[in-house]
Each structure stands twice: as C-alpha cells, then as structure tokens.
C-alpha cells in the first residue's frame, strides 16, 4: 500500500529552537492530518487540514496544506520538554469517500533541557 | 469518560494458536479501525469500519480477521499467529467516516496492544 514520505526521521534538539518536519506523496490528497504520539500511549490529533494552502495553528504549532495538495509541514516554535514524542502526518487521497488513512513513518523529536 | 479501550494490553503467544484482541468505544462512533505500528513504518491500516455491519480491508489485511456485530465493539481476529504479526497493535474510533467537520475528524486512539507471537 502507499506510504507517504515523512523527514526527516528523527530530531535531536535543544529546548527553546524551532522544529519542522514535513510529509510528501506522490498523490493527492483532499485532507492533511498531523498527529503526537506520547511514549507508551496511542497518537492524538494536532492539526486538521482540509484545503490547499490553507495555514493553521494549534498553539506553539503550525501546519500547512501543500499547494501542490502532495505535501504538508508541521513547524513547532520554541520547543520545550514535553514536546517529545513521535510526529505523524496521514492523509486521505481526493477520490477516497471511505475514511481510509494513509500514515507517514512518523518523526522522532527528542528535546534537550 | 470517552475512550476507547483495548483488552489484552500485553500478550505474548506461539504460533498458530487463535487469539483475539479487544476493542470497544464509548462514544456512539461510526467509524473504527486498527492499525499496526512497526519501527520506521509508521502506522498502517488493517481493517476498519465505516459502520455496524460494514468492514473493509485496509493496506495490511492479510492473517487478520474483523467482525462489527455492534457499533461500540470491533475485534480483531488472528485465526493463526505468525511472528511476523508481532507488532504494537492500535484501535481507533472517529464520530464519522472523516469529513470537512473538524469534530468528525477527531480520531481517537486505545493505548495499544503488544503482541508478541513466538
């Protein structure tokens, strides 16, 4: 099945630095997801995305719906501890109507105080 | 509270002896899914549920089985483990079948199953 590209694969930074990470496809997609996953816990939603070159904040983050509707970015402004964890992006392909997600490999942001 | 719960948490098994992992929501959502995460792999679908008695196959289908005889409970079925379907397991629920909503989209996610298939 198709995977989307997610960069990059992990992240080792210092607390207070901004973070981004993106998702490509070689395919379209009608809707962007970006996800947190906690270690030891199933992901949560982040950001929602629904129309190209729409931008969207969620606090510290922000996310992008490529203009292309391929591709997608998370950026994370002034990181702090508690933003490690694993990143996932996941979309929905345009002619999909049955919910089916595709999920990124996931980013590794791992924070040093 | 709203959630979605996953029984076992924690399994190690052998090889071909059947087993069955929980799922059940509290929150009257249509859609449900499953999923396994595998290092560098991410999260990819096995089956999910569009509604009761609707299921259809996702990008991992193959040695897994579903059933979604009522709306808050959707199993998932190994009929005969391998050790390559050792895997952290996740289930999912969503109030519909994703649309522009941002509320329908609100997917939410059971703590994991880890199986361990010997």
């Known amino acids: 099945g198709q995977q989307l590209n997610q960069s990059p694969q992990s992240m080792f930074i210092q607390e207070g630095e901004d973070v981004s990470m993106n998702c490509t496809s070689s395919s379209i997609f009608n809707t962007w997801l970006w996800y947190k996953q906690d270690p030891g816990e199933g992901p949560v939603l982040l950001i929602a995305l629904y129309k190209a070159g729409e931008l969207t904040s969620n606090g510290r983050l922000t996310a992008q719906f490529g203009i292309t509707r391929k591709d997608s970015f998370l950026n994370i402004s002034a990181s702090i501890p508690s933003d490690v964890g694993i990143y996932f992006c996941a979309g929905r392909h345009g002619s999909s109507n049955t919910g089916k997600l595709i999920f990124g490999q996931g980013t590794t942001l791992q924070v040093k105080p | 509270e709203a959630q979605v719960t996953q029984n076992p948490r924690y399994l190690i098994t052998v090889t071909g002896k059947k087993l069955t992992v929980t799922c059940s929501q509290n929150?009257?959502?249509?859609?449900m899914s499953w999923y396994r995460q595998d290092p560098g792999l991410g999260l990819r679908q096995i089956y999910y549920?569009?509604?009761?008695?609707?299921?259809d196959k996702g990008d991992v289908p193959e040695g897994y089985k579903v059933s979604r005889k009522e709306k808050r409970n959707f199993p998932l079925i190994l009929e005969s483990p391998s050790p390559n379907q050792t895997s952290l397991y996740f289930c999912?629920?969503?109030?519909?079948?994703?649309?522009?909503?941002?509320?329908?989209?609100?997917?939410?996610f059971g703590p994991g199953t880890r199986l361990t298939v010997l």
């Open positions: 999912a629920s969503t109030p519909r079948a994703f649309s522009g909503r941002v509320a329908d989209n609100e997917q939410f």
């Open positions: 929150m009257n959502h249509e859609y």
């Open positions: 549920s569009m509604n009761v008695e609707v299921t």
